[in-house]
């Protein structure tokens, strides 16, 4: 079983930069697909970002397409998302997430990192 732990989240102005980590423990990364999810005041989880086991192929949400990032290097078990020019829309708690291999199913969640992003 893997454990995730997310960082980096925090307060930013609008049209700034933040990258979060998942750093994984108990097992390789190499054996999951990985996605980031974020859930806002009052408002469901939503997918942002995925990348597939050996980061060959990527896919995200349409609100954040050419503004993040996601990225991942197996050797630290750990994933990145790189978020550039966010706006208050962006403010969410933010989750990572654990997929076996082409399984589709996120079964390992982290706690969530809190992104706030002021205007």
């Known amino acids: 079983q893997v454990q995730l732990v997310e960082s980096g989240g925090g307060l930013v102005q609008a049209g700034g930069s933040l990258r979060l980590s998942c750093a994984a423990s108990?097992?390789?990364?190499?054996?999951?697909?990985m996605g980031w999810f974020r859930q806002a005041p009052g408002k469901a989880r939503q997918f942002v970002a995925s990348?597939?086991?050996?980061?060959?192929?990527?896919s995200y949400v349409d609100s954040v397409k050419g503004r993040f990032t996601i990225s991942r290097d197996n050797a630290k078990n750990t994933m990145y998302l790189q978020m550039n020019s966010l706006n208050p829309e962006d403010t969410a708690v933010y989750y990572c997430?654990?997929?076996?291999?082409?399984?589709?199913?996120?079964?390992?969640w982290g706690q969530g990192t809190q992104v706030t992003v002021s205007s």
């Open positions: 108990g097992r390789t990364l190499r054996l999951y697909d």
């Open positions: 997430a654990a997929a076996g291999r082409g399984r589709g199913r996120y079964d390992y």
């Open positions: 990348i597939t086991w050996s980061g060959g192929s990527t």
